[in-house]
């Protein structure tokens, strides 16, 4: 079993900045997928960034020149540096790792990250 924990979220005011931190710990494969996800009230949960353990990351449209997702495999970690934050990216963040094409899939319970002045 792998246990996920976020870490970081909070309030902050429009054009700020927060780190989410995400902990991996348990059975883990080293060859694996992480990423941050995020679901505001009413909508659907949606990709913001992920990264291979070999560093291949991904972003959403919407958080591009934004956001930087990075990871840290020996202390299987990840990370995501928001900076320039609107009111839209007000959401909770969920941390997520996956390998062998989606047979081994976990979640974190989520981190608030609330954006408003």
């Known amino acids: 079993q792998v246990q996920l924990v976020e870490s970081g979220g909070g309030l902050v005011q429009p054009g700020g900045s927060l780190r989410l931190s995400c902990a991996a710990s348990g059975n883990i494969f080293s060859i694996n997928a992480m990423g941050w996800y995020r679901q505001a009230p009413g909508k659907e949960r949606e990709l913001v960034a992920a990264i291979t353990s070999g560093g291949s990351t991904n972003y959403a449209d919407s958080v591009k020149g934004r956001f930087t997702i990075s990871r840290d495999n020996a202390k299987n970690m990840v990370y995501l540096q928001m900076n320039s934050l609107k009111p839209e990216d007000t959401a909770v963040y969920y941390c997520?790792?996956?390998w062998g094409n989606g047979a081994y899939d976990y979640w974190g319970q989520g981190t608030q990250v609330t954006v408003s002045s």
């Open positions: 997520r790792m996956r």
